[in-house]
């Protein structure tokens, strides 16, 4: 990234040892596992954003590396010399923004076969009063897929999953709003060709 931001979320040890994060990862995983698009092993891999764990998670079932991005996400191109039959990009677009630039940059990078794919994954729409400070846009579903749709983006399969313990929720008020509202929104993707 060429300039660092307050928005910026350091991804550092005590980051990854988030439980949500793991159950994110996982849950995400179990979803990319489904798809049977993509033949195996991949040529190559390109995760949006920094590298965590999941990264590694990814290279372990496509069999391939993953490249990852350090360009500013809202406003500079994706600079990449290959073109990559699968692209990750888990909960970022809400921390852009200017989430359409970056799709439209990945539809580029997508390799122009049939079988590549994007996968994403962003967060449901909640309440204002729930939503994250350090997140731009949690959209309502219709808004996501009109976002998408106008990316040159089509939907191949999509989900939805919680993050929180049971036990999470019985903590108060505000923890069960948020197990009931705190959803990942995850898609498939194809690029419209």
Request: aromatic residues 10%; contains cysteine.
């Amino acid at each position: 990234m060429t300039g660092e931001s307050r928005f910026r979320t350091a991804v550092d040890g005590a980051w990854s040892a988030d439980p949500a994060h793991r159950m994110r990862w996982e849950k995400s995983l179990e979803f990319v596992r489904e798809s049977g698009a993509i033949p195996l092993p991949a040529r190559a891999g390109l995760d949006i954003g920094d590298r965590t764990p999941v990264t590694e998670m990814l290279e372990a079932h496509f069999g391939c590396r993953f490249d990852n991005t350090a360009v500013d996400l809202d406003t500079e191109p994706l600079d990449v010399t290959t073109r990559y039959p699968v692209v990750t990009a888990f909960e970022v677009i809400e921390h852009l923004y200017n989430p359409l630039h970056l799709l439209l940059e990945i539809r580029e990078a997508l390799d122009p076969a049939p079988s590549s794919r994007l996968f994403l994954s962003t967060p449901a729409w909640k309440p204002g009063f729930l939503q994250s400070p350090d997140h731009f846009h949690e959209m309502p579903k219709r808004s996501l897929n009109a976002l998408l749709s106008r990316a040159g983006f089509e939907v191949a399969r999509s989900a939805e999953f919680g993050i929180r313990s049971p036990l999470f929720c019985l903590r108060g008020v505000r923890p069960l709003l948020r197990c009931i509202f705190e959803k990942i929104r995850i898609y498939e993707l194809a690029a419209r060709r």
